[in-house]
């Protein structure tokens, strides 16, 4: 077997290509490397069974079998390297079939074989040869000379209204820096001109300033044809309505006094990003994504909102996070409800509504004026329910920690939005809410400190019921 | 008994990044570690391995370096990088809430009304 040809040959070390994203080596020394690193552990292992006892070729079988299918493995390993690459070169289907044929092929031969390691080993390598040198032969006549060029054209709403003089940033989505920056014509035309290889995508402002557009990574190679980009700058938005399954309870009890119950409510939208994409970040669910510099969340902006009986039913009309940070684009985002009991002090201001997404404003539900003299309670939810309570009486300091425990909110539901439609979602208040809480007192409640304020929090349920329609010119 | 092939699936990858931060670097190292703190029961096939190992380089998640081994071969060792060190820790906590709500499913967890902080 001859020695594979490796970026370290010539030197002691040598680093690997690591970056994420299709590995941009040559596909002949990715299958190289591949098969000197599963060498290296079958001959790692031989010789730890011979060093027991074992002869040659049975520890070089017991290896093996340890290992498993050398070929299968092998396989896998370049097309989680190369597959990337090779789907968008259009080769996907000739690949398979080749990739049968030479399996099928080596199958037999390694069969006929009479070291049976030697020879996967061997077969292995012909095949990722083989596959790393099919793809290209087909392309090569289709495939343009020259610079990669990304040409396309921007407009707002429809393509009958040109964006013209808008400037459009190529970046390189593996680091995110600026490739190229040109500015779009009086037909909304864009022209990149030429550009070296690498992954790319399209980054425009909106016409009201507030979001930027990312387009689609764009894999922009030598020998194959950008496709065309058009982009359409409109902000396409729906927005979420609620509605309860019962008022939220207001209740006795016994020696404790009343207690209220507000409700809480977190909303992701995954499309809305407070950076540009990169390969470093999980991918969208769907592109375009919108670039909010106000935003903080670099997978998907989130927002919420704390809300008593009469705005849920009386002043919201049923609509959740109203201007800017209720506009939702299209697609799934990701919604949250706790529902929390409290025991308010006497004297508290009244509660007022909170909401917000790029600040924690949290009014005064709970004014207690001691260090932190507040014990919360979660009947099913994890802890981080009641951490905008401890916001709330710990100040500004506390902002950071609030907005991460937020971000830990498992279990969401998800939620279809619509462009131009309301999608009203029901929260189910919990029917044993005041059980629960009477159960709980009763039960573990220790001499608290005073003052207490001890919200009860307790996960609801949510259901999609239905969508209606936005008023035309529906902007808050 | 080795695990069964669908739950392994959604292990491996942690468990690849915690034997690679405890200084497992290379191929083999890698499996005979995992196999060692598992008692035998997650690896059916050392192979396995190293789909997982490239997919997780291929996310950022992994560097490696390739050196010569003491054996004269070439050898490519594994090291977590900044964004592997951080998915680390999401993923054991992920991890540890995921086999909760499965524990408390199966009856096997009896949680306590949880308290204040």
Known sequence: MSSPSLPGDDASRATSAASPGPDPRAPDQVAAEIQAEITDHLATAAERHQATGLSEAESREKAQQAFGDVREIGRRCYWIKQGDSLMFRGAIALLLVVLAVSLAAVTVRSWQAESRMAEQIGALTAQLKELADRPTAPLAAAAPSGPIEIKGRMFVGSPDRPAAGVPLSVINVSDGKLVRKVVSDSQGSFTSGPLADGDLALLAPMPDGRLSVQSAPILAYSGVQAPRQDMDLAFRFGRLGLTLSRPLPEFEVEGRGKYESRILIRVQTPRIRARIWTVNAPLPPEWPIFIDSRARSADGQWYYEILDNAEVIGGLAGTLLMGDEGQFPSGECLVVATVMANNPQTGEPPVARSQGGFSMDFHALHSNAGPYALRAWSLDAPPADYFWIRHHIEGQRRQEEVRNQFEHFGDATKVPITAGAKTLIRIEVPDDLEAQVRATLESTTPAPEAPVSAPFNLRAKITVVGSEPLPAAASD | ?117
């Open chain 2, 1 to 117: 008994m080795k695990a069964n092939a669908d739950l392994l699936r959604g292990a491996l990858e942690p468990v690849i990044l915690e034997v690679i931060a405890d200084g497992a670097t290379y191929g083999y190292e890698i499996a005979k570690a995992i196999e060692k703190a598992s008692e035998g029961r997650l690896l059916a096939q050392e192979g396995t391995l190293y789909p997982a190992l490239h997919r997780l380089q291929k996310q950022g998640l992994l560097d490696a370096e390739w050196a010569v081994s003491p054996e004269g071969r070439q050898r490519k060792h594994y090291q977590l990088t900044p964004l592997g060190r951080k998915q680390r820790q999401a993923l054991r906590k992920e991890w540890t809430e995921f086999t909760r709500a499965v524990n408390l499913i199966l009856g096997i967890e009896h949680v306590q009304p949880q308290l204040a902080w």
